[in-house]
């Protein structure tokens, strides 16, 4: 609904500037023939009128015949006809000024009409892509959240059938007298029960981890949703109107100008017309660019009007409606908080400095467009010659070189404007989505002594400590497959835990992956990394998210061979010849397939953080452009004999690609086993030594005997 209300307005603003092209072509031609026709008699003059009056005529079944409904300049083109049947004088004059003055302004105002409107409409596209990312992405962010939620149901219910098999062997256990079981039966009997109570304790413990996952995905889902409908409603309150006003930006003041100019001339002529002419000097005094905009948006309201905000989709029955700030959420949310606090401080004074600019802008765009040069009355003295009449209209505005030193300036000046104009527009959006997701985090943890809402406490899952690992290769500056094989680990231990820490820890963090850590503090990770330790491991040990994230890059920079090869690098390089997005994401996907499928699973684990990562760019400011120039020169070395300037462009366009269109480009967890990134990350998750680590159901348990299945770290 909101794409196709999109499309319609484009099609409102374009049939809006092709109806003032006709109206400028219109008036072009009428005094250009009233230009010819001014040698003659008035008979001819009459003839023009009614040519262009039956036109008129013929036209107001498509018009709205209520005064409210007509615009500002059709009414003074009305007005301008009435007057034609009455001029009768000067015509020597009148012609002059009609084909070297009127006529030529009106040109310039239809170049004005195409370049404003084609400029509007630049900065349009845009800002409806803008929408539709946000909408995507809102969707996006529900599907995760039904999928925790799935997954946290699921866990729910074999919770409850562990408790009933409990309870039930309980039941069992008191019905049978302990007299009566013979001494050999005892242990067996005690082996049971304690195996159920294990499975138990396991399920209670999956239970507590995808409920703290559901939680977390439905404070991203909410949060998306109060900036999407925030980023919605300020485009259709206030962006759409200011859209608009660029459109109309000099049109108004333009016309009025080429209009003083006609009546000028005219109230030069005798008394007679001088009724007439005010009448029609007080129609262009009422030329108003903000009334025309009202009744041009009041005459398509259905396309204008605001779409309905979008609302809470709850999954599979979920209650919850609001985010959750309980711990351990409550911690990550108030840190999001003060983020937002500090960034949209900055954003604000950034913002009204260019909106100063913008309106300083604008008002020298309105002296430009209102210089009273219309004043026409010398070229009517009598003492003159025909000669000095033409002259004395040469040597004002219409002269070859002012107009050429006008434009030039006029136009500089415009496209400075609609700089700062799209500066302005991106960078209020930014601050709406972020003030929305500010004031609902403010109002969820609360002001004060008001603490934030409780929910039930969950219970905690805690993280086992990874048992300390002996490696026969190099963990940095080595052969990643070599030690992915020696060590048994899928995704190797510096680069899950390192993106496990930041997407805890680090996913709102200004300028993550672009700010430098502390050189200190990154080679004291590195090296517990090389002894076998995870510096990263204990939550409660503070470490600085840049300095993490230069740990990430410094592995990956420092691999013997690097994640792309260099056997491959022309043809990825090749693939940004490729304009259409879809033919170059399945071309970059034909070349990654051919990799060592090793590789490739540590590859689909990055690029999807990486995305995700993306996704919190207006509060990280790292959009997947800034983070391809930062891993560009780190995953994808350029080979000897190559221009590094000239093909790190190149570089970072290939993996933008790869992050924006990491899904269609790597394999899924089906069409290649393998750990996958998780978006939802609580704190408590296995490493990603085995594809294979998840636990065994009950029935498992009662097929092997009681003997428990074990995950890698096992």
């Known amino acids: 609904e909101i794409r196709t209300q999109l499309v319609e307005q484009f099609k409102c603003l374009e049939q809006q500037s092709e109806s003032r092209l006709q109206l400028l072509q219109d008036l072009q031609e009428f005094f250009r023939r009233k230009a010819e026709i001014e040698l003659e008699y008035s008979r001819s003059l009459e003839k023009l009128a009614e040519r262009f009056s039956s036109k008129i005529r013929s036209s107001r079944e498509h018009q709205f015949k209520k005064d ?31 084909m070297n003055n009127v006529i030529v302004r009106l040109s310039q105002i239809s170049e004005d009409v195409i370049r404003l409107f084609k400029k509007s409409k630049e900065i349009g596209l845009q800002m409806h892509e803008e929408l539709l990312k946000v909408t995507n992405e809102l969707y996006t962010v529900m599907k995760t959240y039904h999928m925790y939620h799935a997954e946290s149901i699921s866990a729910e219910s074999k919770l409850k059938e562990a408790e009933k098999q409990e309870e039930k062997q309980f039941n069992k256990s008191g019905d049978i007298s302990v007299n009566l079981l013979r001494h050999e039966d005892r242990p067996q009997r005690r082996s049971s029960v304690k195996k159920i109570e294990k499975m138990k304790e396991k399920r209670q413990a999956k239970y507590s981890e995808n409920k703290l996952k559901c939680t977390k995905a439905r404070n991203d889902y909410l949060l998306n949703l109060a900036a999407t409908n925030a980023a919605v409603s300020k485009y259709y309150i206030h962006d759409v109107s200011d859209l ?10 333009s016309l009025a100008r080429t ?24 129609a262009v005094d009422n030329l108003d660019a903000r009334s025309d905009k009202h009744t041009v948006m009041d005459m398509c309201n259905q396309v204008f009007c605001p779409p309905l905000k979008f609302e809470f989709q709850p999954h599979m029955g979920d209650e919850v409606c609001q985010v959750s700030a309980q711990q351990p959420v409550q911690t990550e949310l108030l840190m999001r908080y003060h983020q937002l606090q500090s960034r949209l401080a900055t954003l604000k004074i950034e913002n009204e400095e260019v909106r100063k600019t913008l309106d300083a802008t604008m008002q020298t765009l309105q002296d430009m467009l209102t210089v009273e040069d219309f004043d026409v009355s010398d070229a009517f003295q009598h003492s003159r010659s025909t000669e000095s009449v033409k002259s004395a209209a040469s040597e004002t505005y219409m002269s070859k070189i002012n107009i050429a030193k006008r ?46 809402p409780c929910l039930p406490p969950k219970p905690q899952k805690m993280r086992r400590p990874r048992p ?3 490696y026969n290769h190099k963990l940095f500056n080595g052969n990643m497959e070599t030690f992915i094989k020696d060590s ?16 805890l820890y680090g996913l709102q963090q200004q300028g993550i992956f672009r700010v430098p850590g502390s050189q ?28 993490v994230a230069g740990v990430l890059k410094l592995y990956f920079r420092g691999l013997e061979n690097p994640l792309f090869p260099k056997e491959r690098f022309q043809d990825l390089i090749s693939t940004i010849k490729i304009e259409n997005p879809a033919e170059r994401v399945h071309q970059i996907q034909q070349i990654i397939v051919t990799l060592p499928r090793a590789v490739i699973v540590v590859m689909r684990y990055l690029f999807a953080f990486l995305n995700h990562l993306s996704q919190y760019s207006d509060e990280n400011m790292m959009d997947p452009y800034n983070l391809a120039i930062c891993f560009g020169p780190t995953l994808m070395h350029i080979p000897d004999g190559q221009d590094p300037v000239s093909c790190q462009a190149h570089v970072n366009e290939v993996i933008k690609t790869i992050i924006v269109h990491h899904e269609g480009i790597f394999p899924s967890h089906r069409e290649l086993e393998g750990p996958v990134y998780e978006k939802c990350m609580t704190g408590g998750e296995e490493y990603c030594d085995s594809p294979h680590s998840e636990p065994g159901t009950i029935d498992e348990v009662d097929h092997d005997n009681g003997t428990e299945p074990h995950t890698s770290d096992d």
């Open 407 to 452: 434009r030039a300036n006029q136009q500089e000046t415009e496209m400075f404007y609609f700089t700062k104009f799209k500066e302005y527009l991106n960078g209020s959006n930014l601050i709406t989505k972020l003030q929305a997701k500010h004031d609902l985090l403010k109002q969820t943890l609360g002001e004060g002594e008001v603490g934030p």
């Open 259 to 282: 209009f003083r100019t006609y009546l000028s001339a005219e109230y030069n002529l005798e008394t007679s017309r001088h009724e007439g002419l005010d009448v029609i000097e007080n």
């Open 244 to 253: 608009i006003d660029c459109c109309d930006l000099g049109f108004h003041a």
């Open 488 to 503: 048994g680990q899928a995704i190797p231990l510096v680069v899950e835990s390192c993106i496990r820490y930041i997407n």
């Open 468 to 470: 300390l690992s002996v």
């Open 68 to 98: 409210q409904h007509l615009l500002s300049p059709v009414n003074c083109w009305y007005l301008v006809l009435t007057q034609t049947r009455r001029e009768s004088r000067d015509h020597a004059t009148l012609n002059d000024i009609f």
């Open 520 to 547: 200190v503090e990154v080679n004291d990770i590195k090296n517990s990394f090389e002894r076998g330790e995870d510096p990263l491991a204990d939550d409660q040990n503070e470490r600085d998210i840049n300095s």
